[in-house]
């Protein structure tokens, strides 16, 4: 087993000094990757959007994976009403 190392960047940087103890990296990576959207529960997604990385490092600190969910939102009524007035 070896420890890997979760750093989340959301606007903030939190840099993971623990890490966690997987059998392999790709392990480690998938768990990232399953972990994103949990991480953007909850979260106020003012200024039409949101994106979160997480960046897997080895057990020697280098980075080895990186991965991010991007959500983005945007209200259509404006873009009804125009489309609703051009008819």
């Known amino acids: 087993m070896s420890r ?3 750093d989340i960047l959301n606007g903030d940087v ?3 000094n623990e890490g966690m103890e997987f059998p392999e990296a ?3 990576c998938d768990e990232a990757l399953r972990s ?4 953007v529960k909850g979260h106020d997604l ?15 600190g280098r980075p080895i994976y990186r991965a ?20």
């Open 4 to 6: 890997f190392f979760f």
């Open 14 to 16: 939190i840099e993971d």
């Open 26 to 28: 790709q392990t480690a």
């Open 36 to 39: 994103l959207p949990d991480m």
């Open 46 to 60: 003012c200024d039409g959007g949101k994106d979160v990385t997480i960046i897997v490092r080895s057990e020697h």
């Open 68 to 87: 991010t969910l991007t959500i983005k939102e945007q209200w259509l009524a404006d873009v009804i009403s125009t489309f609703h007035n051009m008819r």
